[in-house]
């Protein structure tokens, strides 16, 4: 009886096991016919093995082997049948198109859409093939390498993103996606290759990555919130920037924004506030940089009311309708490459509030002079260290 009652048991136990690991599946995209030649386009194979992996109800691995794609634009959308994560494996070298007919004025080259519980990761790379766009006159419109839209609990690891053609991640409308050991990188001057692109999107993580190209390193437009920046190398680049802001009527506010232990080098902003000057109303509040290390750093803090991307600029003299307050800089010390460290560009017409720098020291590495703050229409207080000193206005002196 005991032998038989133990039989039974294991035997369930094996029954058990094995429905449970029958819900496991890998999709593999040479199964669907993927060509290795780095030639050959594998959109058709990629979104066959994609639309399988997205209706099997259980685990899906969709996995993309060791070897060389050519991949043309490409869509991947949703939603999708399986209760736990799609896990999207990249272990192969991605190549985009470089004939402007397969490209230009295309938003992404690849691109998710409405999918819930996602996984992108593997030690492979994406590789935009920028250097075919950047001067390219007839592309009004430059694809972003990875696009996330719609997109509701995903994790991004380990990806490596190169030269993309436009921004390499844009991030728009999606919720609670984390970013963990990416690295990205492009020419210093790739124009308008940011590396991770969010808007209109809430409960962003980005940790523990390294990014240098031509533009900024992380940018947050409006309806950016609750965003948890730690662990970031940038540079080359143009900084960690909010905005540009009131650009559109209407724009939902930025807030919540938290950037923390980062390490910027010899890029052409450090921490940056941008908005357009005229502009709609709109709000960046909430708002914390600390811990933070500059090397060579032109403008090491940056906020940017009259920000306008040509020359001469034909608002300079009117005012931004963007309101920021609540902003604390913390524990921020390094080398500015150039004298002026610290510059707060507020709007005359609503200017900045609330304003708080703590231990902040940041040294010129010139020769003509030591480092100093500009501000106009800055209102808060600098406790701590104050190097340089801070020409903060209290509340008190702009009432008086």
Excluded at 268 to 295: C, W
Aim: hydrophobic share 35%; glycine share 8%; with cysteine.
């Amino acid at each position: 009886m005991t032998s038989k009652y133990y039989f039974e048991i294991a035997f369930i136990l094996i029954l058990i096991f094995m429905c449970t690991n029958g819900d496991d599946k890998v999709f593999n995209v040479l199964d669907y016919g993927a060509n290795t030649d780095g030639e050959t386009d594998n959109s058709k194979a990629f979104l066959s093995a994609w639309m399988d992996a997205c209706q099997w109800d259980g685990q899906a691995k969709l996995l993309i082997p060791l070897g060389e794609y050519m991949l043309y634009a490409t869509n991947f959308s949703g939603p999708c049948k399986g209760s736990s994560n799609l896990n999207f494996q990249i272990q192969g070298n991605i190549k985009a198109p470089i004939d402007p007919k397969l490209f230009c004025n295309k938003s992404f080259w690849i691109s998710f859409q409405n999918v819930n519980n996602l996984e992108i990761e593997g030690d492979g790379i994406l590789d935009g093939q920028g250097v075919y766009a950047w001067n390219n006159s007839q592309c009004n419109i430059r694809p972003s390498t990875l696009a996330l839209d719609f997109i509701e609990n995903a994790i991004v690891r380990d990806i490596h993103s190169i030269n993309s053609k436009g921004f390499q991640i844009d991030v728009f409308r999606s919720n609670n996606l984390t970013f963990s050991r990416v690295n990205i990188t492009a020419s210093e001057d790739s124009p308008n290759t940011d590396g991770i692109h969010i808007g209109f999107s809430t409960n962003i993580n980005i940790f523990d990555s390294v990014i240098g190209t031509g533009d900024d390193c992380i940018s947050m437009i409006a309806g950016s919130q609750n965003i948890n920046i730690s662990g970031v190398t940038c540079g080359p680049g143009h900084g960690i920037s909010i905005g540009s802001l009131g650009n559109l009527p209407n724009e939902d506010v930025v807030k919540d924004i938290r950037v923390r232990n980062c390490t910027l080098t010899a890029t052409q902003n450090g921490v940056r506030i941008k908005t357009r000057a005229p502009s709609d109303s709109g709000s960046a509040t909430t708002i914390s940089f600390e811990d933070i290390i500059m090397n060579d750093v032109r403008n090491p803090i940056f906020i940017d009311q009259h920000y306008c991307t040509s020359r001469p600029c034909e608002a300079i003299n009117e005012e931004s309708s963007v309101q920021i307050k609540d902003v604390t800089f913390n524990n921020i010390e390094g080398t500015s490459s150039s004298i002026v460290a610290i510059t707060l560009n507020c709007s005359a017409t609503y200017p900045c509030k609330e304003i708080k720098f703590n231990d902040i020291n940041l040294v010129y590495n010139g020769l003509d002079g030591h480092a100093i703050s500009s501000c106009d229409n800055a209102e808060g207080t600098a406790t701590g260290k104050e190097v340089p000193p801070s020409c903060l206005k209290s509340t008190s002196d702009s009432s008086a």
